[in-house]
Each structure stands twice: as C-alpha cells, then as structure tokens.
C-alpha cells in the first residue's frame, strides 16, 4: 500500500500511466469491449485490469493523471448505437468525475462504436474493468504537468 495512491491502481497500471506521454492515449473500458484483442494492438502490447466500475476507475486515475489541455475533448466516449446524442449512467457518472478532477466543466467528445475500435487500437494501452453496464467505454488523453 502507498500512501496518497488510490489503491485501486495496482503496479501495473501505475507504470504503464508513469511511461505514457504528453498525448498518448488510454482506454478505460467495460467488460463486455473486446479489450484483450484490442490490447494487443496498443503500444503496451498487454492488457490491464482494474477490477472496478468505470467511473471509480477514472477517478482512481484521473487522481495522478492529467487530461490534456491542448485539444477540444481530451477525453471522449463510445457513442450508443443508433442514438448517438443519447448519454447513458454510467457516462454521466464518468463525466461528473472528469470534471470533478479537472475543477471544471470539461464535456466529453464521443466517437462512433467501430471509429472507437479503431482508435482504441492506437492508444497506449487499455485498462478493462468489471463495469458491466453498456457503453462503459472512454479514451482519455494524457496531458501535462506545468513547472512549480
């Protein structure tokens, strides 16, 4: 145990937040998005774990990770099939933490369910958790940490 660590993220994840850069992407999925194959292709290569819901996940790490301030939606959702203005719970759960971390209104992008496979498959890596509510599905883009 680590003291000011949320202890839901374990070694394996901290490193690989730790070894992403200004931009990179991460994927924090559901548990029903095929994140094992999609890992695979990901610049980590592996697929991580956090045994959790979505939102407590974002909030574990959006507590040592920031969000990038350089682009419009540094974070940004699977859309629902056929109703892509549609925000379900668990993105509006997910949304409050955003901006919760950020101390601000920070709305999130959205991107089309196959569009969202695509660019899943170029992030750094994929965190899957237990969320087992549909659309449980985000790309957060690491920002930066300004000098003292």
């Given at each position: 145990?680590?003291?000011?660590?949320?202890?839901?993220?374990?070694?394996?994840?901290?490193?690989?937040?730790?070894?992403?850069?200004?931009?990179?992407?991460?994927?924090?999925?559901?548990?029903?998005?095929?994140?094992?194959?999609?890992?695979?292709?990901?610049?980590?290569?592996?697929?991580?774990?956090?045994?959790?819901?979505?939102?407590?996940?974002?909030?574990?790490?959006?507590?040592?990770?920031?969000?990038?301030?350089?682009?419009?939606h540094p974070a940004r959702r699977m859309q629902i099939v056929g109703k892509p203005k549609e925000i379900p719970a668990v993105q509006k759960e997910v949304q409050r933490?955003?901006?919760?971390?950020?101390?601000?209104?920070?709305?999130?992008?959205?991107?089309?369910?196959?569009?969202?496979?695509?660019?899943?498959?170029?992030?750094?890596?994929?965190?899957?958790?237990?969320?087992?509510?549909?659309?449980?599905?985000?790309?957060?883009?690491?920002?930066?940490?300004?000098?003292?």
């Amino acid at each position: 145990m680590l003291k000011n660590i949320d202890p839901l993220l374990n070694a394996d994840v901290l490193y690989a937040l730790r070894s992403m850069g200004h931009g990179d992407d991460v994927v924090i999925s559901d548990t029903n998005f095929p994140s094992d194959s999609v890992a695979r292709d990901t610049k980590l290569g592996t697929l991580l774990r956090i045994d959790a819901s979505c939102p407590d996940v974002v909030r574990a790490v959006l507590s040592v990770m920031p969000l990038d301030s350089f682009v419009k939606h540094p974070a940004r959702r699977m859309q629902i099939v056929g109703k892509p203005k549609e925000i379900p719970a668990v993105q509006k759960e997910v949304q409050r933490e955003i901006d919760r971390a950020e101390g601000k209104s920070t709305p999130m992008g959205s991107i089309e369910r196959m569009d969202f496979y695509e660019q899943a498959r170029n992030a750094y890596c994929v965190i899957t958790t237990a969320e087992r509510r549909f659309y449980g599905c985000f790309i957060l883009k690491k920002g930066v940490i300004p000098p003292a």
